[in-house]
């Protein structure tokens, strides 16, 4: 079987507990801490991995003790390191989450090493060897998504993007995209359409397919809505379970939903295992 390659963001997470998130001017007293290994790109990555595929990453970590941890753990989780350079003089990617009462979150990143990575690496022919699929995510900057997916695009592997945060994509990056997986947010910007409901998820999953051949639209505890161009939008209605924090939800998604793909899955199946095991995330404490 194929190997996924994930070219994405390493941070070291700081996560705080509290009742509520802070409005603009409020202090809040936190109720506990926590740090994490995190990143999109890193948690996609040991998701994957623990899905039982080969994972492969390339990225960039800060010389600092941040740094040797986040290579730790993903050596721990079987994931293949070589790809990773070490950048001195420079910290590793952090951010700050806080989740609430209600297990909600939100959070703030600083990319830091994630900025630095090099994109002349991807020129190489050996760079792509035994990949089955590249996976994307919004968290490094548009110049090295465009450029690794153009050369993974020259070598007929598919492109897999999980567009968060939501921004505008160049047009050269666009050309390249064989998945795009987004959140009800991020739906709404890309396309325009609220995403209040499965409904609507579906609407715009058919609305993002015109620019992209296969378009996912998790919507959190509604469900998904998936939709391959030029066929009906479907949707899956999220599992019932009882929420404990929704952080990280989506990378868990993101990593189950290209391993069943890679092990041979269509995309009905991929997304049922993939919200399955999304939903079993959300209602463990982490």
């Not at 989780?77 to 979150?105: C, M, W």
């Not at 690794?148 to 666009?174: D, F, G, S, W, Y």
């Amino acid at each position: 079987m194929s190997k996924l390659l994930v070219v994405g963001s390493l941070h070291y997470d700081i996560m705080v507990a509290a009742h509520h998130r802070p409005e603009k001017g409020e202090t809040v007293i936190g109720t506990g801490c926590s740090y994490k290994f995190g990143g999109k790109g890193g948690n996609q990555a040991v998701s994957a991995s623990q899905a039982g595929i080969e994972v492969a990453f390339s990225g960039a970590v800060g010389d600092d003790d941040h740094g040797n941890w986040l290579l730790r753990v993903l050596k721990e989780n079987h994931v293949d390191v070589t790809h990773i350079e070490v950048i001195h003089g420079v910290p590793s990617g952090i951010s700050v989450a806080t989740t609430d009462a209600e297990g909600d979150y939100g959070a703030v990143v600083l990319s830091n090493a994630n900025t630095r990575i090099d994109g002349e690496q991807f020129d190489e022919d050996s760079f792509w060897t035994d990949v089955g699929m590249l996976l994307l995510q919004n968290e490094l900057p548009d110049d090295i998504n465009t450029r690794a997916a153009v050369e993974a695009r020259k070598r007929r592997i598919p492109v897999c993007i999980n567009a968060a945060p939501a921004r505008e994509l160049t047009a050269q990056l666009v050309a390249s995209i064989d998945l795009l997986v987004v959140n009800g947010v991020e739906a709404r910007d890309m396309s325009g359409i609220n995403v209040d409901s499965l409904q609507q998820a579906a609407a715009a999953a058919t609305a993002l397919s015109q620019h992209y051949p296969t378009v996912v639209v998790t919507a959190g505890e509604m469900g998904v809505a998936y939709c391959t161009r030029g066929e009906n939008a479907q949707t899956l209605e999220a599992e019932k379970i009882v929420l404990v924090s929704t952080h990280g939800a989506g990378d868990c998604f993101m990593g189950r939903l290209c391993a069943a793909i890679l092990k041979g899955d269509g995309l009905s199946e991929a997304v049922i295992k993939a919200n399955k095991a999304a939903a079993l995330h959300v209602s463990k404490i982490h």
